[in-house]
């Protein structure tokens, strides 16, 4: 997925290309142990995301409580196959305990864009 924003303190349109994962309808879940891009969108921006050669905009919402973090990595571990879990470093093979989940979220940053067709 590409993700546009603009800068909140350069003003610029920047580009950049996030990790995600279809979430809900009409909602994505995007990831990233980069820091840089998240700060941009805290306020709840409309951007833009091209997603497989169509374009969306959309409103962010970033999760940083710990305790949101750990709940939704666990409906995540839940919903997605092993595979999909294991890149979020969760075991792929079994249901995660809380101490997997609550490292698991120590180590990534989640964004959840509402789409707008």
Do not use: C
């Amino acid at each position: 997925m590409l993700l546009t924003y603009t800068g909140r303190k350069s003003g610029r349109r920047i580009t950049i290309p996030v990790g995600y994962f279809d979430w809900e309808a009409g909602t994505v879940l995007a990831t990233s142990s980069q820091n840089t891009w998240i700060p941009n969108l805290r306020t709840g921006p409309t951007v833009h995301l091209r997603i497989r050669g169509r374009e969306y905009e959309a409103v962010p919402t970033v999760i940083e409580d710990r305790t949101a973090i750990t709940e939704l990595l666990a409906e995540f571990a839940d919903r997605k196959t092993p595979r999909e879990a294991k890149t979020l470093g969760l075991p792929g093979d079994r249901k995660p305990t809380p101490e997997e989940l609550h490292e698991a979220g120590e180590r990534g940053r989640f964004v959840l864009f509402r789409l707008r067709s």
